[in-house]
Structure formats: C-alpha cells, structure tokens
C-alpha cells in the first residue's frame, strides 16, 4: 500500500511538472548579433553572445571549421499611434530560430541562419491546444501506470 501511494506521488509530481515547463536557454537578438564582425575570434564571440546553444567541429578537412549555433529571436514591437514602442514587445509572435556561426581556424568567416530552421519556420504557426496537450499527457499517464500495475504485480 506505501509503494502506490508513493508511485502515485512520485506520477503526480511529474504530470503537473508537465504544464510549467520553462527553458533555461539564452537568446540572442539583433541588438547582441550587431556587436559581431567577421573576422573575430570564436572566443570573442562567445564573450560577446554568451556559451552556444550549441558548438560542433569539423577536423577532417584541414581547415578547422568549427559552428556555433545560437537562439535568435526576431523582434517584434507594438505600434501605438504609428510610432514603434519599444518597451512593449509580442514576444507571442516574434518568430525563432538558429544562427549558425561559421569559424575557420578559429575566425569568424560567416554566420547564416540555419537552413533546416529556415525551411520550417512560420511566423503564424500555432502550437498544439491545450486539450491536445492535456489528452497526450493523460494517455502518457494512463500507460505508466498500466505499466507500473503489471510490474508490481509480477
């Protein structure tokens, strides 16, 4: 009887975690992408823009090429009487993506946005309902615990 009341915790703490899920990743926008040049260094770079999402080599050519890809957010502002508030951001439709970072040898020789990022990218996509979300974590709880019953019964 302890064990289930303690499963049954334990899954209830992780279902309603479910609905509170925050990122901790940084992101970069054109205010941070605008200190950068070509031709600087990946460490300064990475002091300007801060530690890569994500940071990949390439060592079989003999060139060094090393990318360093980053959040971007692309701003967008309200408008109030035809002027741009700047204090006042739609961050619900501001549209992200990756920057891909490109180093030779350790120099900054070109950054792009990502090109799978770029071909899936929608400025108007909406995400999935709520009642979507809350069905699929609702099944995903009625398995674990289908799986849980057969494993204290065996």
């Known amino acids: 009887m302890n064990n289930r009341f303690i499963f049954f915790a334990v899954l209830i703490f992780f279902a309603s975690n479910c609905f509170a899920q925050k990122t901790s990743e940084s992101w970069v926008d054109y205010d941070d992408v605008e200190k950068i040049s070509l031709g600087i260094t990946k460490e300064e770079c990475i002091s300007i823009l801060g530690e890569p999402l994500i940071m990949l080599a390439d060592t ?6 090393t990318f360093l890809y980053y959040n971007y957010r692309i701003k967008n502002y309200t408008i109030n009487n035809q002027k741009i508030d700047k204090n006042k951001r739609n961050i619900e439709v501001e549209r992200m993506t990756l920057v891909k970072f490109t180093f030779y040898d350790d120099i900054l ?3 792009e946005e990502d090109k799978m990022t770029l071909s899936m990218s929608n400025s108007n996509k909406e995400g999935p309902s709520f009642v979507f979300t809350f ?3 609702f099944l995903n709880i009625v398995v674990i615990t289908l799986n849980a019953a057969v494993l204290m019964s065996s």
């Not at 079989?60 to 090429?65: F, T």
């Open 109 to 111: 020789v070109s950054w």
């Open 60 to 65: 079989e050519d003999s060139d060094n090429s």
């Open 135 to 137: 069905i699929n974590i």
